[in-house]
């Protein structure tokens, strides 16, 4: 990751407007050594503009240091964002504070596609920035510590079987592959919009393992296959694929709850539930979008 140093636009604004704040005291001063005794004692307009310009340059003074804090408190903000999202890829900040993502729609075949291109947007990250999981490890109800009673899951009844997707795990990842006794699914929850859905992996051009392309449409998450010949855009609120060989093939979407830990567990007592030894250092214990206001 590279960083430049810089001052905030709030404290470059105050910076300059320093000067004209020093040259008015200044001035002020220059006066008063030609004034007479009495001036000198009466409430003169001299004495009272010296007064007032040096209590601006007081509250400049502090605005700045303000400025200064909260400067600080921002570059921290953003490098545990930085750290908890994209441990594994660097982001340059330049000195408009603007972020550069490599792009992520040439790795996809853009030559087929059913919804308006104009309207794909990034979702300010990289391909693969926001990790799916496959397979992930599983736990019993009495492993599952992490879990507060009021955490939502996404619950599925596969096969017989039944699952639990923590979306305090979901948050991160977005995506999980999983086989659910011999049924291959995919578990999405697309954060920005709280939307939830399950599809059978199994599609028309093949089974298929889902990633986060870091795309966006309507502000909903775009998956992408991968291992595809080329790689196809689904889109999760649709169900459906949008680009390349996948364009237009439909997913098989599958029965789900969204409800609380305790409600699933509890008519669900067998559940297995995704344990937070994914591989990946993050903190699950939080929820970036509820802790951001979003759910």
Known sequence: MCRTSQTSPCQQTILRAMPKLLRQILRCHR?????????????????????VTAVLFALVAFVLT?????????????????????PDNSIEVVDDNSELFAPSVPTFDM???SIPVAEILSGGVMKDSIPALTDPKMSLVGEATYLADE????????????????????DYHEIINDDVNGIPVVVTYCPLCDSS?????????GKREFGVSGLLYNNNVLMYDRGGQ?????????????????????????????????????R????KVVSIETGHDREYHSRPSADDGVH
């Open 268 to 271: 669900h007592p067998d559940t």
């Open 230 to 266: 080329p790689e196809s855009l689904w889109s999760q609120v649709m169900a459906s694929g949008v680009s390349g060989p996948a364009n237009t093939k439909s997913l098989n979407a599958l029965p789900l709850e969204v409800t609380t830990w305790k409600d699933w567990r509890s």
């Open 111 to 113: 030559a087929h596609v």
């Open 197 to 205: 859905a399950v599809f059978d992996r199994r599609t028309k051009i």
């Open 31 to 51: 006066e008063e050594l030609f004034m007479n005794a009495d001036e000198k004692t009466a409430d003169s307009p001299v004495r009272r503009g010296r007064r």
């Open 66 to 86: 303000v400025c200064g804090i909260y400067s600080n408190w921002e570059s921290w903000n953003v490098d545990w964002y930085e750290r908890t999202f994209w």
């Open 151 to 170: 955490e939502r899951v996404i619950g599925i009844v596969a096969g017989g079987e039944a699952r639990a997707y923590p979306l305090q795990i979901l």
